[in-house]
């Protein structure tokens, strides 16, 4: 595997680990608890990931299969185009952006969400995630594009979704951190 792929494989492995580590000794309670009324639990924030994951993952599987059977097929090192970029750059946690979640990936109340089943969702996608990297091999990373499942207008490249998504979760990841420590510090 090429050295940008592995790269993207490793994240997402990398992510699954950080969310195990995260969560160890974290009893269903505390998960769900919410510091204060404008700020999601960890659990939602897993859920949040866990909503926009599988509804992306949906089509990443989709156009890698397209890709297959039809191409563009290329090799890496790839380059994206600027909005691909700019949207990878937003979603960093060090961006200092901030947004609302569009509202198909809003997550549910915290009462109503199971943390180990959404922990255990979590690294089920992970690993969807770096088999996707890996069935891509081959292709054209640049020239696949498509579209968000909550903003259709939003195109990107493959490549792009593969550095998004790890930019996203490692944002929501950080902020389950900082709920953490908010929860055991009230």
């Known amino acids: 595997m090429h050295a940008q792929l592995d790269e993207y494989r490793t ?77 990878v750059h937003v979603l960093e946690p060090s961006s200092g952006w901030t947004f609302d979640a569009p509202s198909l990936f809003e997550p549910d109340a915290p009462n109503t969400l199971y943390p180990d089943e959404a922990i255990d969702e979590f690294l089920g996608l992970q690993d969807r995630l770096a088999s996707c990297v890996e069935g891509a091999e081959g292709l054209d990373l640049r020239r696949i594009r498509f579209g968000s499942p909550a903003v259709p207008l939003l195109r990107i490249s493959l490549g792009a979704w593969f550095e998004a998504t790890l930019a996203h979760e490692r944002r929501h990841l950080k902020q389950a951190r900082r709920t953490l420590r908010a929860v055991h510090a009230s």
């Open 11 to 87: 994240g997402f492995v990398d992510l699954k680990n950080e969310a195990t580590a995260l969560v160890a000794d974290v009893d269903a309670a505390t998960m769900q608890r919410r510091p204060d009324t404008d700020t999601w639990s960890v659990v939602q924030c897993i859920d949040h990931l866990n909503t926009a994951g599988w509804l992306l993952l949906r089509s990443t599987e989709e156009e890698i299969q397209r890709g297959h059977d039809e191409g563009p097929y290329g090799e890496p090192p790839f380059e994206y185009g600027i909005v691909s970029r700019w949207f």
